[in-house]
């Protein structure tokens, strides 16, 4: 769905369908510079990453084998707990990888944070971050984020696999959800 037809719901819309797409193939481009001769491997946190990853790999002209990695530090509420659980673990062993995470939002950023360590041990070749949202505002940890599609500012946003209470992940664009709908 797109934003109009739920405009109810939500305040700005932040980044649009085509906003999206536009960007993913500019970073797409030079990922596949950057890693060119590399063994790339991609992983996904679901679940809000999924659409980004559904995405951002067929935008990608290289081999780009894709694993996820669940972890949890929100239930239903729009604020960080910074514990952070693993629900789903990698299926493969990331030795000599070079491990591009590819997410939807860095927020705090207590996840990436958190899994940068965990990866870390796991002898990748290399490890990086392509985040497609990033809020300035809100670190409370600095991330090394080296691809970031577009920084907003630090209100809870919805669609392109963003979700409150799994809802509004199918929404086509990125948009402010409206107060209403959490209070
Ligand atoms: P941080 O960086 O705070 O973010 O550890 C962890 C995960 O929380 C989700 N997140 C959001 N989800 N609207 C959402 O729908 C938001 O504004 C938002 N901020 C964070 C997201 O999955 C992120 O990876
Ligand atoms: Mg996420």
């Given at each position: 769905m797109r934003a109009a037809e739920i405009s109810?719901?939500?305040?700005?819309?932040?980044?649009?369908e085509e906003q999206i797409r536009e960007k993913l193939s500019e970073v797409a481009a030079q990922v596949a510079v950057d890693y060119d001769g590399k063994d790339l491997l991609l992983v996904g946190v679901l679940k809000g990453a999924v659409m980004v990853m559904a995405d951002f790999a067929r935008a990608l002209p290289m081999h780009a084998p894709m694993d996820w990695m669940a972890v949890s530090s929100?239930?239903?509420?729009?604020?960080?707990?910074g514990v952070v659980q693993i629900r789903k673990d990698l299926?493969?062993?990331?030795?000599d990888k070079h491990v591009l995470i590819v997410e939807d939002i860095i927020d705090s950023g207590l996840t990436l944070h958190w899994l940068l360590e965990n990866f870390a041990?796991?002898?990748?070749?290399s490890i990086e971050i392509f985040s497609l949202l990033r809020k300035p505002d809100a670190a409370k940890v600095e991330v090394p984020c080296k691809y970031v599609g577009f920084d907003i500012p630090n209100d809870f946003v919805v669609g392109y696999g963003l979700d409150y209470a799994e809802r509004y992940?199918?929404?086509?664009d990125v948009a402010v959800l409206a107060p209403h709908v959490y209070a």
């Amino acid at each position: 769905m797109r934003a109009a037809e739920i405009s109810d719901d939500l305040t700005d819309i932040l980044v649009t369908e085509e906003q999206i797409r536009e960007k993913l193939s500019e970073v797409a481009a030079q990922v596949a510079v950057d890693y060119d001769g590399k063994d790339l491997l991609l992983v996904g946190v679901l679940k809000g990453a999924v659409m980004v990853m559904a995405d951002f790999a067929r935008a990608l002209p290289m081999h780009a084998p894709m694993d996820w990695m669940a972890v949890s530090s929100y239930g239903t509420s729009t604020k960080s707990s910074g514990v952070v659980q693993i629900r789903k673990d990698l299926d493969t062993d990331l030795h000599d990888k070079h491990v591009l995470i590819v997410e939807d939002i860095i927020d705090s950023g207590l996840t990436l944070h958190w899994l940068l360590e965990n990866f870390a041990s796991r002898g990748a070749a290399s490890i990086e971050i392509f985040s497609l949202l990033r809020k300035p505002d809100a670190a409370k940890v600095e991330v090394p984020c080296k691809y970031v599609g577009f920084d907003i500012p630090n209100d809870f946003v919805v669609g392109y696999g963003l979700d409150y209470a799994e809802r509004y992940r199918n929404l086509r664009d990125v948009a402010v959800l409206a107060p209403h709908v959490y209070a």
